[in-house]
C-alpha cells in the first residue's frame, strides 16, 4: 500500500526567507512522486515530478524538491519565498496504473 | 483553453436531495476521476474512469454514483444528499494513467463548493 505523509499543516515564512515543505512516503515499488500547489479559490496544479530520472527536480516558480529513497523523502523547497508562493501545497504518490494517493496538505504563509 | 470544466460552482442542498456535478474535459483525456476535499484530509478519490462506459469505485464511493458515456463527460451524481457530503469536490483528468503516469499529470477543474444542510 501507498501512502504519504506531510508534516506540519501550516508553514509560515519570511518574504525572501528559505521554504522547505517536508513530505515522506511509503511506497513498496517505485513511486512516483508530485508536490501539487492550490491556490485560493482554485484547482490543483502540477508544481513538479519525480518519475525515476534525476534524483533532483526542478519545477515552476522557482520550486524544486529532491528525492532521496533511504529516508523515503521528497521535500520541497524554494531559496527565496515570494508573497505570490501563498497557497496549499500537496505532495502526492501514485503508480503508473494505480490512483494517485494525496497528502493531508501543507498551507504556506509568507509574511512581508 | 477550457481544459477541465465543472458546474456548478457552488450549490447548497438540503438533506435528501439529489443532485448531479457536471464534469467536461475538451483534451481527449481516457482518465477521469472525482475527489472530494475536506479541511485537514487532503483529496481522497470518489470514483473514477479509465474510458467511456469503465467506471470503478475510489476510496470513499458511498452516496455517490458515476457514468461515462462519452470520453468529454464525467458526471457525479448525488442520490440523496447528507450533511457529511459537504465538501468541495474537483474532476481531474488524465492522458497518463490515474496517477497522470510517467510523463503525464493531472489535469483539475476549479472545484464545485457543495453545502448540505
Known amino acids: 500500500a501507498q501512502s504519504v505523509t506531510q508534516l506540519g499543516s501550516h508553514v509560515s515564512v519570511s518574504e525572501g526567507a528559505l521554504v522547505l515543505l517536508r513530505c515522506n512516503y511509503s511506497?513498496?515499488?517505485?513511486?512516483?512522486l508530485f508536490w501539487y500547489v492550490q491556490y485560493p479559490n482554485q484547482g490543483l496544479q502540477l508544481l513538479l515530478k519525480?518519475?525515476?530520472?534525476?534524483?533532483l527536480v526542478k519545477g515552476i516558480n522557482g520550486f524544486e524538491a529532491e528525492f532521496k529513497k533511504s529516508e523515503t523523502s521528497f521535500h520541497l523547497t524554494k531559496p527565496s519565498a515570494h508573497m505570490s508562493d501563498a497557497a496549499e501545497y500537496f505532495c502526492?504518490?501514485?503508480?503508473?496504473?494505480?490512483?494517485?494517493?494525496f497528502g493531508k496538505g501543507t498551507k504556506l504563509s509568507v509574511k512581508p | 483553453n477550457a481544459g477541465v470544466t465543472q458546474t456548478p460552482k457552488f450549490q447548497v442542498l438540503k438533506t435528501g436531495q439529489s443532485m448531479t456535478l457536471q464534469c467536461a474535459q475538451d483534451?481527449?483525456?481516457?482518465?477521469m476521476s472525482w475527489y472530494r476535499q475536506d479541511p485537514g484530509m487532503g483529496l481522497r478519490l470518489i470514483h473514477y474512469?479509465?474510458?467511456?462506459?469503465?467506471?470503478d469505485q475510489g476510496e470513499v464511493p458511498n452516496g455517490y454514483n458515476v457514468s461515462r458515456s462519452t470520453t468529454e463527460d464525467f458526471p457525479l451524481r448525488l442520490l440523496s444528499a447528507a450533511p457529511s457530503q459537504t465538501s468541495v469536490y474537483f474532476c481531474?483528468?488524465?492522458?497518463?494513467?490515474?496517477?497522470?503516469?510517467?510523463?503525464?499529470?493531472?489535469?483539475f477543474g476549479e472545484g464545485s463548493r457543495l453545502t448540505v444542510l
Open positions: 481531474a483528468s488524465s492522458r497518463g494513467g490515474l496517477a497522470g503516469g510517467p510523463s503525464g499529470e493531472l489535469f
Open positions: 511506497s513498496s515499488v517505485p513511486p512516483y
Open positions: 519525480y518519475t525515476s530520472a534525476a534524483t
Open positions: 502526492a504518490v501514485g503508480r503508473s496504473q494505480g490512483n494517485l494517493i
Open positions: 483534451m481527449n483525456h481516457e482518465y
Open positions: 474512469s479509465v474510458g467511456a462506459g469503465i467506471t
